[in-house]
């Protein structure tokens, strides 16, 4: 599956952004699907992760409350709708597909495909 992220930009902190994830492929409901972000100079790491039939989430500690992730299987697209954010959410966000087990969600290496980032800036 190709994937493709949009919707990041500049924002007061405070304020939302929502990013989406248009996926390519007949087979896009097999995938579970993730978002990751990348800080300057750290690592990058996970952010959320959304089950097949959507029926399951999860969340990064420094996210919960604050993001939600949801997909629309009929437009093969995956949202991150980000409230609140903060200065310490810039990053570089990125979404991921995993044809793997939901118990592996955080871990980045079972996302086979990934979309090409976009950028989240919050200024303080």
């Known amino acids: 599956v190709q994937l493709q992220a949009s919707g990041g930009g500049l924002v007061q902190a405070g304020g939302s952004l929502r990013l989406s994830c248009a996926a390519s492929?007949?087979?896009?409901?097999?995938?579970?699907m993730g978002w990751f972000r990348q800080a300057p100079g750290k690592e990058r790491e996970f952010v959320a992760a959304l089950s097949r039939n959507g029926g399951s989430t999860d969340y990064a500690d420094s996210v919960k409350g604050r993001f939600t992730i949801s997909r629309d299987n009929a437009k093969n697209t995956v949202f991150l709708q980000m409230n609140s954010l903060k200065p310490e959410d810039t990053a570089v966000y990125y979404c991921a597909a995993s044809i793997s087990i939901w118990g592996l969600r955080g871990r980045e290496a079972v996302y086979s495909s990934w979309g090409q980032g976009t950028q989240v800036t919050v200024s303080s």
């Open positions: 492929g007949r087979t896009y409901n097999r995938y579970v």
